[in-house]
């Protein structure tokens, strides 16, 4: 069994920063980590992903030069700092991994699942 929790999600003004965490548990196996989004009445959509050595990021356009996406295998963590963020920016966010060296875009192809955390974003 693999558990993901997130934290680091809040409230903030446009503008601001956030960094989201990600703890990965359970078994283990080499694998790849996606950040996806689901604002209400929208599809879940892929915000960044990474590879399991952390190589090749993957950003969507809408947040390309504001997020990073990192992740520190010797803590089983991935991150996503997020940056000048905007009200479009809200969502819940959800962590994601598979058993695969590298990334996918599309959420089918992830295993496993982070419960979300909550970001929102005043103007």
């Known amino acids: 069994q693999v558990q993901l929790v997130e934290s680091g999600g809040g409230l903030v003004q446009a503008g601001s920063s956030l960094r989201l965490s990600c703890v990965v548990s359970?078994?283990?196996?080499?694998?790849?980590m996606g950040w996806f989004r689901q604002a209400p009445g929208k599809e879940r959509e892929i915000v960044a992903a990474?590879?399991?050595?952390?190589?090749?990021?993957y950003y969507a356009d809408s947040v390309k030069g504001r997020f990073t996406i990192s992740r520190d295998n010797a803590k089983n963590t991935g991150y996503l700092q997020m940056g000048s963020l905007k009200p479009d920016d809200t969502a819940v966010y959800y962590c994601?991994?598979?058993?695969?060296?590298?990334?996918?875009?599309?959420?089918?192809?992830?295993?496993?699942w982070g419960q979300g955390t909550q970001v929102t974003v005043s103007s």
């Open positions: 994601a991994v598979r058993p695969v060296l590298y990334w996918s875009s599309s959420a089918n192809d992830y295993n496993y």
């Open positions: 359970g078994r283990t196996f080499s694998y790849s």
């Open positions: 990474i590879n399991w050595n952390g190589g090749r990021p």
